[in-house]
């Protein structure tokens, strides 16, 4: 049983085994979304594959604002 934890705030995308906590819950093996920075699953693999995905967006969302940034005029 294992969780990811994620926050662009503090630019952590990180999996670890469950806390106690979290090992209550009912686990499967699809990636189910627990609160807004985790991620939960019965297997470590499904939560790699939604690591890289959040880890995609994140680039991709900078990348555009670095475009938008070079594209800027200076008149």
């Known amino acids: 049983m294992y969780s990811l934890y994620y926050s662009k705030k503090e630019k952590?995308?990180?999996?670890?085994?469950?806390?106690?906590?979290?090992?209550?819950?009912?686990?499967?093996?699809?990636?189910?979304?627990?609160?807004?920075?985790?991620?939960?699953?019965?297997?470590?693999?499904?939560?790699?594959e939604k690591a890289k995905e959040i880890h995609g967006e994140w680039v991709a969302e900078i990348e555009q604002e670095l475009r938008a940034l070079r594209s800027i005029e200076i008149k």
């Open 12 to 48: 952590v995308i990180e999996i670890k085994k469950a806390k106690k906590v979290l090992q209550k819950l009912e686990y499967t093996d699809e990636v189910t979304r627990y609160n807004d920075c985790y991620y939960i699953c019965s297997k470590r693999s499904p939560l790699v």
